[in-house]
T-cell receptor
Framework: DAGITQSPRHKVTETGTPVTLRCHQT?????MYWYRQDPGHGLRLIHYSYGVKDTDKGEVSDGYSVSRSKTEDFLLTLESATSSQTSVYFC???????????FGPGTRLLVL | GENVEQHPSTLSVQEGDSAVIKCTYS??????FPWYKQELGKRPQLIID?????GEKKDQRIAVTLNKTAKHFSLHITETQPEDSAVYFCAALTGANSKLTFGKGITLSVRP
């Protein structure tokens, strides 16, 4: 599974609270991605990173921020969670040499 | 930006029959097209991919075809089995930082 872990795997939180999800990889991949998956929408890109401290927005970035201070960790932060951010969040990695993206196990987030 | 459409949204076949899932894309610069299979509660897993310089690729019971002129690509599964039941996502890769755009997914059900 390409050495990708996500934490936490499940989280319940309340509207207005900050939430940080972590993606950790062990294989020194340059590219890392955060997606959200919702019924009827497939997988949508939130933010991605192409190197340490190099990040950019995806198609659904409003309400989310990211940070990558070291190669192995890519953090996704919901500054003030809303019910519309209830979703399953997947991290993915891609190596510099290849095109294929491999997904982490996902985090189920419920915002009440 | 790229737009990937996937039709139909559900497909039911009898065990042993073939299944064909079609996707269309909009950006002629897209050059890599992966297919992912996602079982319930699991992460998306790559099952096959094709690059724009190839018209067809086969791996055992699974094949993918690409028509660049018409901007569509299809997943073919022969001799379907109940374990093929899952959600299948197509995607197209565009851009220097390799952003994948996903279709909304199709639920394949294989009836025993």
């Amino acid at each position: 599974d390409a050495g990708i872990t996500q934490s936490p795997r499940h989280k319940v939180t309340e509207t207005g609270t900050p939430v940080t999800l972590r993606c950790h990889q062990t294989e020194n991949h340059r590219y890392m991605y955060w997606y959200r998956q919702d019924p009827g929408h497939g997988l949508r890109l939130i933010h991605y990173s192409y190197g340490v401290k190099d990040t950019d927005k995806g198609e659904v970035s409003d309400g989310y921020s990211v940070s990558r201070s070291k190669t192995e960790d890519f953090l996704l932060t919901l500054e003030s969670a809303t019910s519309s951010q209830t979703s399953v969040y997947f991290c993915a990695i891609r190596s510099l040499a290849g095109e294929t993206q491999y997904f982490g196990p996902g985090t189920r987030l419920l915002v009440l | 930006g790229e737009n990937v459409e996937q039709h139909p949204s559900t497909l039911s076949v009898q065990e042993g029959d073939s299944a064909v899932i079609k996707c269309t894309y909009s950006d002629s610069a897209s050059n890599y097209f992966p297919w992912y299979k996602q079982e319930l509660g699991k992460r998306p897993q790559l099952i096959i991919d094709i690059r724009s310089n190839v018209g067809e690729k086969k791996d055992q019971r699974i094949a993918v075809t690409l028509n660049k002129t018409a901007k569509h690509f299809s997943l073919h599964i022969t001799e379907t089995q109940p374990e093929d039941s899952a959600v299948y996502f197509c995607a197209a890769l565009t851009g220097a930082n390799s952003k994948l755009t996903f279709g909304k997914g199709i639920t394949l059900s294989v009836r025993p």
